[in-house]
């Protein structure tokens, strides 16, 4: 089923801006060839991410501009499948896995495609932060998003395009 919808989807994809078809409870932001679609669900925020790569995509939420204290959610796949880092940005160049840090892996849902013109992940994330490496999400809240992606599969390899949109959730 999961590959069919992919399917359906892809047929309406323009590589030159990479985008996901909008459901209709989702909102919707584009920049810089990426996609970010997010939507409340009950106790969790259902995302999906696109981005015009086959190496991983990012993103991330901060309640203040800027690098510092963002919790990023990279991810990639692969034919071994689909893969998901929850981390916590500590500085510029300074991301670690929550998990390393006392925190916990918050990522309970997680589906990924990948083909010729991009990498596309749909995953969600508790709206209620279990530790101090993740943020209380708030509807009718602002927030940072950091969206990013890179070239390589390797979580270590450095973004080609990293940018910061302001949401309201």
Not at 17 to 44: C, H, V, Y
Not at 116 to 122: C, F, N, Q, V
């Amino acid at each position: 089923m999961y590959q069919l919808i992919f399917s359906l989807m892809l047929t309406v994809f323009n590589p030159g801006t990479l985008s996901l078809p909008l459901e209709e409870d989702f909102r919707s932001i584009q920049k810089n060839g990426m996609a970010f679609q997010w939507r409340i669900q009950g106790e969790f925020l259902e995302m999906k991410l696109s981005g015009p790569t086959i190496g991983w995509i990012a993103m991330g939420f901060n309640p203040k501009p800027g690098l510092t204290g963002t919790n990023l959610i990279m991810g990639h796949v692969t034919d071994q499948g689909t893969k998901m880092e929850d981390l916590y940005i500590l500085g510029p160049g300074n991301p670690q896995p929550v998990n390393k840090l006392g925190g916990t892996f918050s990522l309970p849902a997680i589906k990924g495609h990948e083909d010729d013109s991009g990498t596309y992940l749909e995953y969600q994330i508790p709206l209620q932060a279990k530790d101090a490496y993740h943020h209380t999400l708030k509807p009718g809240q602002q927030y940072y998003v950091l969206l990013a992606y890179s070239v390589s599969d390797d979580f270590d390899h450095h973004s080609r395009m990293r940018t910061e949109v302001s949401i309201i959730l």
